[in-house]
């Protein structure tokens, strides 16, 4: 089909050939950590989304499914192995979601739970720092079950998405997607 009514094209999902190295070199201190999550599809779809938004790195907690999954990779379109995993300062990946909280808070990274309880504050007033320079982590929990109550002790602050239906919650990778760009809007929507 080619040109639209005012002559521009669609970009089509694939790496471009055009795309600059320095586009890429250049991540968010941003941290998601994905506790216990069940779906390999949704893994798929949150690391596409942390490449997309250039985060620094997503850490896969427990038994969240992990490339090369295929279920993983055909969700994440190529955007996998363009994705920082992370491990643990001992270098192991299979990691514990607590570890990787207190070792996170150990290196001064301020720690969000998005959960839905009832001491949440909404993401439109959650204290995420206006300066880029400060370094966040985001726990999105199990699918059934949510964030593990241990963790979500560690954390500086819980958020949620405020929810206007008889549901509480949403998809993980779409609360993802809403968190992260919340985010960006917030450190470039000036």
Same mark, same amino acid.
């Given at each position: 089909?080619?040109?639209?009514?005012?002559?521009?094209?669609?970009?089509?999902?694939?790496?471009?050939?055009?795309?600059? &190295?320095?586009?890429?070199?250049?991540?968010?201190?941003?941290?998601?950590?994905?506790?216990?999550?069940?779906?390999?599809?949704?893994?798929?779809?949150?690391?596409?989304?942390?490449?997309?938004?250039?985060?620094?790195?997503?850490?896969?907690?427990?038994?969240? &499914?992990?490339?090369?999954? &295929?279920?993983?990779?055909? @969700?994440?379109?190529?955007?996998?192995?363009?994705?920082?995993?992370?491990?643990?300062?001992?270098?192991?990946?299979?990691?514990?979601?607590?570890? @990787?909280?207190?070792?996170?808070?150990?290196?001064?990274?301020?720690?969000?739970?998005?959960?839905? @309880?009832?001491?949440?504050?909404?993401?439109?007033?959650?204290?995420?720092?206006?300066?880029?320079?400060? &370094?966040?982590?985001?726990?999105?929990? =199990?699918?059934?079950?949510?964030?593990?109550?241990?963790?979500?002790?560690?954390?500086?602050?819980?958020?949620?998405?405020?929810?206007?239906?008889?549901?509480?919650?949403?998809?993980?990778? =779409?609360?993802?997607?809403?968190?992260?760009?919340?985010?960006?809007?917030?450190?470039?929507?000036?």
């Amino acid at each position: 089909h080619g040109n639209g009514i005012d002559g521009t094209m669609r970009l089509n999902d694939h790496v471009s050939n055009t795309t600059s &190295p320095e586009r890429n070199s250049c991540k968010h201190p941003i941290t998601i950590i994905l506790d216990n999550v069940r779906s390999a599809h949704n893994v798929g779809n949150i690391l596409r989304l942390a490449e997309t938004s250039q985060v620094d790195t997503v850490r896969l907690c427990g038994m969240t &499914p992990r490339p090369p999954h &295929p279920k993983v990779l055909k @969700t994440a379109m190529g955007s996998a192995e363009y994705v920082s995993l992370g491990a643990d300062d001992d270098g192991t990946t299979n990691l514990s979601t607590l570890r @990787t909280v207190l070792d996170l808070k150990a290196k001064g990274v301020l720690i969000f739970g998005v959960e839905t @309880t009832k001491n949440a504050t909404s993401l439109w007033n959650a204290p995420i720092p206006s300066d880029e320079n400060i &370094p966040v982590a985001y726990i999105f929990g =199990n699918e059934l079950i949510g964030v593990d109550v241990d963790v979500l002790r560690e954390c500086d602050s819980i958020i949620s998405i405020p929810t206007y239906g008889i549901k509480n919650s949403l998809n993980i990778a =779409n609360c993802v997607s809403v968190v992260l760009w919340e985010t960006l809007r917030r450190w470039h929507g000036k």
